[in-house]
């Protein structure tokens, strides 16, 4: 069976880290894109940013540039977000999917189950 389990989320300051992570089973990470959404409590999931299979193209919605990063380490089959100066509108449950930008909020793919993170003082 093709899962992928997120984890890292918690509460932060503003201003704070978290590193999310990733891990696909069932199925061989290297051969994917693979992206980060969120979905804030009430509104709709949202792209934050994708990558290609071998971690050289990167993309990132404009409000996290500079602030996330997204990497990946293809021989343990895991997927990353680094997460810096954390502000409270990034408040979300963060989700890890295969595939490559906005297209897959519409599209039937594979999505983990979802870590939570709340920045809050």
């Not at 994917?32 to 993309?59: C, H, Y």
């Amino acid at each position: 069976e093709e899962q992928l389990v997120e984890s890292g989320g918690g509460m932060v300051q503003p201003g704070g880290s978290l590193r999310l992570s990733c891990v696909a089973s069932g199925f061989t990470l290297s051969t994917f894109d693979m992206s980060w959404v969120r979905q804030a409590s009430g509104k709709g999931p949202e792209w934050v940013s994708s990558i290609d299979p071998n971690g050289l193209g990167t993309a990132y919605a404009n409000f996290v540039k500079g602030r996330f990063t997204i990497s990946r380490d293809n021989a343990k089959n895991a997927l990353y977000l680094e997460m810096n100066n954390l502000e409270p509108e990034d408040t979300a449950l963060y989700y890890c999917a295969r595939g490559w930008g906005e297209l897959i909020l519409v599209q039937s793919g594979l999505w983990g189950q979802g870590t939570q993170v709340t920045v809050s003082t």
